[in-house]
């Protein structure tokens, strides 16, 4: 069996489930990066991560406080590189994009006391990440749809590197 008849059939399951291999990839990073972190961490410093993490994935769900799902289903594309959505959907997707992240940093602020001042950046990253994630899935980019969803988790597998090389 020749290499070239090997990786044909390799491509051809990349291009078709590259997606599903990157959600892998970032949800094995988070947990990697879980673990590790909970041998290296004191307890207090493993909370402040795992309320960080619990934050992060809070702002994934709720970020837009659902209008993601106003332009999942209003949104018209020419299947290509074309996303058109009614100009009302436009206002409240911006609308959304702004409250969203200070509705939930406020929360984060009454509940667990983080700042907002890296809450709310983090919160309106996150929240501006999603609404790149559902136009992408739109436009049948799906595994750069996923690339984009789990880039936080991607970013663990850096900080993970970093700490293991000493820093800080």
Same mark, same amino acid.
């Given at each position: 069996? *020749?290499?070239?008849?090997?990786?044909?059939?390799?491509?051809?399951?990349?291009?078709?489930?590259?997606?599903?291999?990157?959600?892998?990839?970032?949800? #094995?990073?988070?947990? @990697?990066?879980?673990?590790?972190?909970?041998?290296?961490? *004191?307890?207090?410093? =493993?909370?402040?991560?795992?309320?960080?993490?619990?934050?992060? /994935?809070?702002?994934?769900?709720? #970020?837009?406080?659902?209008?993601?799902?106003?332009?999942?289903?209003?949104? *018209?594309?020419?299947?290509?590189?074309?996303?058109?959505? !009614?100009?009302?959907? =436009?206002? @409240?997707?911006? %609308?959304?994009?702004?409250?969203? !992240?200070?509705?939930? *940093?406020?929360?984060?602020?009454?509940?667990?006391?983080?700042?907002?001042?890296?809450? =709310? !950046?983090?919160?309106?990253?996150?929240? /501006?990440?999603?609404?790149?994630?559902? /136009?992408?899935?739109?436009?049948?980019?799906?595994?750069?749809?996923?690339?984009?969803?789990?880039? %936080?988790? =991607?970013?663990?597998?850096?900080?993970?590197? @970093?700490?293991?090389?000493?820093? !800080?």
């Amino acid at each position: 069996m *020749s290499a070239a008849s090997i990786a044909r059939p390799a491509a051809a399951l990349l291009r078709r489930h590259g997606s599903l291999l990157l959600m892998g990839v970032g949800v #094995g990073a988070q947990l @990697l990066a879980t673990v590790y972190f909970y041998q290296r961490l *004191s307890p207090a410093d =493993y909370a402040q991560l795992a309320v960080v993490l619990t934050f992060i /994935g809070l702002v994934a769900a709720f #970020g837009l406080l659902g209008a993601e799902q106003l332009m999942l289903r209003l949104a *018209s594309t020419d299947g290509r590189a074309t996303l058109s959505l !009614p100009l009302n959907a =436009y206002r @409240l997707l911006y %609308w959304a994009l702004l409250l969203g !992240p200070i509705l939930l *940093s406020a929360c984060a602020l009454a509940v667990w006391g983080l700042a907002l001042h890296w809450a =709310y !950046p983090l919160a309106l990253l996150g929240a /501006g990440l999603m609404l790149v994630f559902n /136009g992408l899935r739109l436009l049948s980019r799906f595994a750069l749809a996923q690339f984009i969803n789990n880039s %936080w988790r =991607y970013s663990l597998l850096l900080l993970l590197g @970093l700490s293991y090389l000493g820093w !800080p």
